[in-house]
Structures are given as structure tokens and as C-alpha cells.
């Protein structure tokens, strides 16, 4: 939470400017809408600190604290933290390369508004609207105090449609630290040059407070200093791969020989790092994230059809219609060959280094928790076999489930091991755990070994892992 004041911003007033939609300052907490929450990558407070995180030095040049860049300073107490977490690991003794095998990189980095060809539109590749769908210049003016009117999405069974208008109020309240604000208890020294109670985009001369007009709608989508056009390919081939770096050698000041796994944008192109020093590495894993988005957000499997969504990300269609796939065989089709293009792309961009599904998974209350009512998971186990038929087919080297669910008992290890030789054999092993009050127990007879090429769940694996009525927190 200190990282968001540090930043200028102030949670408290998040829910009044909707620079942030969270369920703890929701105004009615148990009707908070399913999966608004990854609206936020959209709106002020998210897209802000992204956009510092990774760019600060380049976009935000005025916001200095302890002397520093917030970009820097955030970065450095970020890989401070993982550093003091790898020293621990490694003066404990007896748990490098056998407890710990791997350090996987930020967990789904976001450009923020990096990138932006215009603020006031909603870029077409956002492909993600539910509830209010304001611009990001929109969100500079609610967070300032400004009522604005926005768009209004749902997400329906052929995907998002538009509901209507709503206006967003904060009645003056602003999304920023007021002026007055003492931050002595934080024990950092902000520059005067960074003021408070004001937008900092607004200091920036991205737009005029004083008569709510937008001076600079691409400042973020291009280089302030070179030019150069700044889209997702250069964000993530520049500001990530700065900070994987840095990540990267960190983690091996301690753990030398330490597996690495590069997680890049999700479901967005990697990095071009191949044939350089940074593909080259022996012990670099590729660790993508997928998800089915119309179950997710709908939270409905739907055996009817479904979309080809890393080939409409990718523009293979004319129009995203092409892009549908109908029946359930084609759905599981489809999501097998997205897996497998997305391992293509690491073997394209990368080289040839493993590939680790390291997210996918269901959401598990569908049908308004009817399963829970009945202990009917019929919905659940087509949705999770079809998940698993496209990682099983895709050729990939691994792939670990997500899983949030806090009444399921059993859960899924798996540990891979690559043999870089020309086969591109790997060796693989399985490890089922029952938890227990908070404890593992390791069943011995669930440990098996494969030497194909991918890792491939006994049938048995998932059996009984559902309860027949669980609480769930949405």
C-alpha cells in the first residue's frame, strides 16, 4: 500500500474518482460485480503505476523522491526485496536447485499507458469493457474531481457489448494526496518539484487543469526524447527486458545456477530476444499465462462456441467473427492450437528454451455457484478438461494450474526438468499434496515420470479434487 502514497496517490479517495474499482471500498461489497476488477488495468491508479514502474524516468522526469526517479525507486525496492528473499534462501543452506529450483519474473506486467497512440479513445485492442469504460484521459479528469460521462459494457454470451452511458461524479474529490498531506511516517523526502494535491499527468503538460483541455493526447505513444513509437513489441522489448535483466542478475547474485523463468506480458508477443546473450541463457524458461476470457468473465462454459483470442490479438482475421469456433471439439481444438502458437512464438522470439504454461485455469463458482448449492460440477469438469486438453496437446514442456478456491484439498505440483539436446527430451515428475490445515503430505504413490516430450497427468490426477460444497470468495 506505501508504494501507491508514494506515488502521489491516495486509495482513500479511489472509490469516489473510480481511479481503482476494489472490493474492500466497494459501496455495496456483496454485490460487487464478477471480474470488474480487471477493469483496472484501464483506470488511473493502476495504469499510473505501471506506467511509473517501468517508464518513470522516460514519462514522469518531475516525480523525484529520495533523489530518485520514481521508476528507480520503485525498481530498486522491488529487486531489493526479491534479493533479501534469495540471500535467506541461500544462507538457510540445502534448499537451492532441490525446494527451489526456479525465480519466475513479475507476475503479469502491464504496460499501463505506455504506448497510447491517443488517451481519449479506447485503444481497439481492448478488447476487455465491463461496467464504466472510461479513456485514460477520461480517468486524468475523474481523478482531478471532474463529473464525466463514459460508456457502459457488459459482457454477454457473444462477448463484451455496449449498455449505455453513466457519469461518473467524485464530486471534487480527487484521486491524488491532498497538498497538506504529511508523509513524514514514510521516512522518504519527496522533491518540491513533485506537487501534491495535483494530477501528476497534469504536471507533466499532458493536459490543462485550468480549463480541462488535453494538450498531449499521444504523450505516451511516443519517445520523449527520441521520437521513436513507442507500442507494445517496444515496451516490452525495451522497459521489461530492462527490468527482467535486472531481476535476472539479481536473483543470481545469490542462487548462481538458479532457473529463470521469463514471464512477459500476457498473452502478448515475448520478447525478441533471440540469438543474444539474453535468449542464449541455458537456464531461461518461457512462462506464458492463457486464459479462456468468455468463461472467465462470463463465468459460464459455454459448449456451443468460443473465440480464437491469441489469433485475433495477433490480427490472423479479417474481422474478429472469423475468429469463432463453433462446437466443443472445435472450442478444445482451439484452445490446444492457442498454447501451441504461443509456445511457437517463445521458440520464434526467444529460442530454443522450455515453455511453462505457468497460469491457466477456470473460475470455479460458475452458474452463480449452482455446484456448491448442488455439488453438480458438471460446468467445472468439461471447462478444466478442456483447459487441460489444450496445454496436454500443445507440446509444451509444463504447466502449472491456478487455482483459487479455498476448499479444495488437493492440488498440483509439477516439476520439470529440460534436457536441451537436439530430442528436446524432457523429464518430468508429478507430485500430488493433500493440505491439511495449512500442512502438505507429500503421497509417494502419486510421484510417476514420463521422458516424452510434455508431461502428461495420469487420469487419476484430478479425482475427487472438488468438494461438494466449499466457500469461495469472488
Not at 534462501?89 to 502491464?110: F, R, T, Y
Not at 481523478?143 to 449498455?163: C, F, H, I, N, Q
Not at 507494445?232 to 530492462?242: E, K
Amino acid at each position: 500500500m506505501w508504494t501507491l502514497y508514494a506515488a502521489g496517490l491516495n486509495p482513500q479517495s479511489f472509490a469516489a474518482t473510480e481511479a481503482a474499482i476494489v472490493h474492500n471500498t466497494y459501496p455495496e461489497p456483496d454485490n460487487f460485480p464478477k471480474m470488474i476488477w480487471s477493469t483496472n488495468y484501464y483506470r488511473l491508479a493502476v495504469a499510473t503505476m505501471f506506467t511509473f514502474f517501468f517508464a518513470g524516468r522516460d514519462f514522469a522526469p518531475k516525480c523525484i523522491i529520495d533523489g530518485k526517479n520514481i521508476q528507480d525507486y520503485l525498481q530498486e525496492h522491488f529487486l531489493n526485496a526479491c534479493a533479501h528473499l534469495a540471500a535467506r534462501i541461500h544462507e538457510a543452506g540445502g534448499l537451492e536447485n532441490d525446494v527451489v529450483v526456479g525465480w519466475e519474473s513479475l507476475n503479469e506486467p502491464n504496460k499501463g499507458m505506455i504506448g497510447y497512440e491517443d488517451i481519449s479513445v479506447i485503444p481497439k485492442e481492448q478488447a476487455l469493457k465491463k461496467g464504466t469504460c472510461p479513456t485514460i484521459w477520461q480517468t486524468m479528469l475523474t481523478g482531478s474531481g471532474r463529473a464525466v460521462e463514459v460508456d457502459t459494457w457488459d459482457m454477454g454470451g457473444l462477448g463484451p457489448y455496449k449498455v449505455g452511458r453513466a457519469l461518473i461524479d467524485p464530486h471534487g474529490e480527487i484521486a491524488w494526496l491532498p497538498k497538506d498531506y504529511d508523509e513524514s511516517r514514510y521516512g522518504y523526502t519527496r522533491d518540491p518539484g513533485w506537487k501534491l494535491g495535483e494530477c501528476v499527468w497534469a504536471q507533466h503538460g499532458v493536459w490543462d487543469p485550468s480549463s480541462d483541455t488535453l494538450l498531449k493526447k499521444d504523450y505516451f505513444g511516443k519517445h520523449p526524447t527520441t521520437g521513436e513509437k513507442v507500442d507494445y513489441p517496444y515496451f516490452t522489448n525495451h522497459y521489461f527486458m530492462d527490468l527482467f535483466r535486472k531481476y535476472r542478475d539479481t536473483i543470481r547474485t545469490y542462487h548462481k545456477d538458479a532457473i529463470i523463468l521469463l514471464q512477459g506480458p500476457t498473452m502478448e508477443l515475448p520478447p525478441k530476444i533471440k540469438g543474444t546473450p539474453d535468449g542464449d541463457d541455458p537456464r531461461l524458461v518461457y512462462a506464458p499465462h492463457w486464459y479462456d476470457g468468455i468463461t472467465l468473465m462470463t463465468k459460464k462454459w459455454n459448449r456451443t462456441w468460443n473465440v480464437d483470442v491469441i489469433g485475433v490479438l495477433r490480427g490472423r482475421y479479417w474481422h474478429p467473427a472469423f475468429a469463432i469456433k463453433v462446437g466443443e471439439s472445435a472450442i478444445r481444438n482451439c484452445f490446444r492450437d492457442q498454447h501451441a502458437a504461443m509456445r511457437q512464438e517463445g521458440l520464434d522470439f526467444i529460442g530454443n528454451v522450455p515453455c511453462v504454461m505457468t497460469e491457466f485455469g477456470i473460475p470455479y463458482d460458475m452458474d452463480g455457484k449452482y455446484a456448491y448449492q448442488t455439488g453438480d460440477f458438471a460446468s467445472q469438469s468439461a471447462a478444466m478438461d478442456a483447459n487441460h486438453y489444450g496445454v496436454e496437446g500443445a507440446g509444451l514442456e509444463g504447466y502449472t494450474l491456478w487455482l483459487y478456491h479455498t476448499g479444495v484439498r488437493i492440488f498440483i505440483i509439477q516439476i520439470f526438468h529440460k534436457d536441451r539436446t537436439a530430442n528436446h527430451n524432457s523429464h518430468c515428475r508429478m507430485t500430488t499434496k493433500e493440505a491439511t490445515n495449512g500442512t502438505a503430505k507429500t503421497s509417494p504413490s502419486s510421484v510417476w515420470m514420463t521422458s516424452s516430450t510434455r508431461c502428461r497427468p495420469s487420469p487419476t490426477t484430478f479425482h475427487q479434487t472438488l468438494p461438494t460444497t466449499t466457500r469461495h470468495q469472488t
